[in-house]
């Protein structure tokens, strides 16, 4: 199963980790620091240049996209 996380992007939803609220989430300095490191290497892909909501870690990427997580926790099920 797929899921769709905005702009022209979607993951298959057994590749996911985990899908966590910006706001919350980056609050802790390890949590800014693992994003900043993967941004540096190239591994976070923005879905669109909305107002981002929220982050969705995969094994090979990190997307971030405009939706909330309790939007992309409906669409899981």
């Known amino acids: 199963m797929y899921?769709?996380?905005g702009g022209e992007t979607a993951v298959k939803t057994d590749k996911i980790i985990?899908?966590?609220d910006m706001d919350t989430s980056t609050v802790n300095?390890?949590?800014?620091?693992?994003l900043?490191?993967?941004?540096?290497e190239k591994k976070v892909i923005y879905v669109n240049y909305e107002l981002?909501?929220?982050?969705?870690?995969c094994e090979d990427k990190i997307y971030v996209c405009p939706?909330?997580?309790?939007?992309l926790f409906k669409r899981c099920k």
């Open 52 to 57: 981002p909501k929220s982050f969705v870690v």
């Open 29 to 34: 300095k390890a949590t800014r620091d693992y």
């Open 18 to 20: 985990g899908i966590f």
């Open 67 to 71: 939706f909330n997580t309790s939007t």
């Open 3 to 5: 899921l769709y996380l």
């Open 36 to 40: 900043f490191n993967a941004e540096k």
